[in-house]
């Protein structure tokens, strides 16, 4: 069974960085063609892909946000970690992370179950 | 970035009845078009990939067909756990660009 749950913290300042860990189990960042990727959602609007981990140390970004994101895999703790700079109360949201078989060619089959993060002072 | 535009934003409709969700895409994508549903509080859950293929366990009522920049999410005879909010996505390339959602209410 192929889980992921998604961690860190719940509120932050304006200006702080938001470090966000995604734990999963039942596959292997290893295997060939996997993915993991950060996507998230403000509070009543739409899905926003943030950025992707592959097997292969290969990562991508949003161009939008890239120069503020940073992706990163822990193979053997089965993690991936996102980290988000200058945080804003505009990045209010809740944050997913998602599994994508196949280079993610074929969309993100497995999902954590989000985080919300709230950006106040 | 490729730019997703679905249609319409919001459908209200009937329990049993067809309805369509189209999505366009400004450049091709090729069949590199997924669809998720995503109920209130929930994780999207992906339904459809690469436009047309069924993921398992997902009803036989959805249905989805496209290539290139036009594509089309369909549910033959709406049930009830439905009514949810909907959403293209392509995986053609990153940055995996999403529609801003189709809600489907009840009529």
């Known amino acids: 069974q192929i889980t992921l749950k998604e961690s860190g913290p719940t509120l932050v300042k304006p200006t702080q960085t938001l470090t966000l860990t995604c734990t999963f189990s039942g596959f292997s960042l290893s295997t060939g063609g996997v993915g993991v990727g950060w996507i998230r959602q403000p509070p009543g609007k739409a899905l926003e892909w943030l950025a992707l981990?592959?097997?292969?140390?290969?990562?991508r970004y949003s161009p939008s946000l890239k120069t503020r994101l940073t992706i990163t895999k822990d193979t053997s703790k089965n993690q991936v970690v996102l980290t988000m700079t200058n945080m804003d109360p505009v990045d209010t949201a809740t944050y997913y992370c998602a599994r994508c078989p196949s280079d993610c060619s074929y969309g993100y089959w497995n999902w954590g179950q989000g985080t919300l993060v709230t950006v106040s002072s | 970035d490729i730019q997703m535009t679905q249609s319409p934003s919001s459908l209200s409709a009937s329990v049993g009845d067809r309805v369509s969700i189209t999505c366009r895409a400004s450049?091709?994508?090729?069949?590199?078009l997924n669809w998720y549903q995503q109920e209130p509080g929930k994780a999207p859950k992906l339904l459809i990939s690469v436009a047309s293929t069924l993921q398992s366990g997902v009803p036989s009522r959805f249905s989805g067909s496209g290539s290139g920049t036009d594509f089309t999410l369909t549910i033959s005879s709406l049930q009830p756990e439905d009514f949810a909010t909907y959403y293209c996505?392509?995986?053609?390339?990153?940055?995996?660009?999403f529609g801003l959602g189709t809600k489907l209410e009840i009529k």
């Open positions: 981990s592959f097997w292969n140390d290969d990562k």
């Open positions: 450049q091709s994508v090729r069949t590199y």
């Open positions: 996505q392509q995986s053609d390339s990153t940055p995996h660009t």
